[in-house]
């Protein structure tokens, strides 16, 4: 008798380790979808980021190209404004010239002209 209760409890705890295993299986490949789908959100995270860096990165040479382009401006604004303050100021220097040179000429003709004295 103690016979064949052994081949039963034999069957029994291989059953008994059949169950641990499978259900630790069933377990490990819970945690293996999970890794996995963890995995592929990150990959698609990281996807979209790329786009929104390429995005911005797009964004951010426009606007820099657009400031250039409006620094240059301001450079070019800049010589033309100079021009002119050249320009204003050698006009101003010949007509305090012309002015000192007609308030010297009238004063020698009143001086002739005897008109003053």
């Known amino acids: 008798m103690a016979e064949q209760e052994q081949p ?8 008994e380790v059949r169950r641990i295993l499978e259900v630790g299986l069933t377990d490990l490949r819970g945690q293996l979808a999970l890794v996995l789908q963890r995995a592929e959100h990150g990959e698609r995270r990281h ?4 786009k929104v860096v390429a995005d911005m ?7 820099l190209d657009e400031l250039e382009k409006r620094v ?3 450079e070019l604004e800049r010589a ?4 002119v303050v050249e320009w ?4 101003a220097t010949g007509i305090s ?9 009238l004063g020698f003709v009143m001086k002739l002209l005897g008109v003053g004295a």
């Open 8 to 15: 039963v409890g034999l069957a029994v705890q291989i059953a």
């Open 47 to 50: 996807e979209e980021l790329v």
């Open 57 to 63: 990165r797009g964004t951010f040479n426009e606007r």
């Open 72 to 74: 240059q401006g301001g």
């Open 80 to 83: 033309k404004v100079a021009g």
């Open 88 to 91: 204003s100021k050698r006009k």
């Open 97 to 105: 010239l012309g002015i000192g040179a007609a308030g010297l000429v």
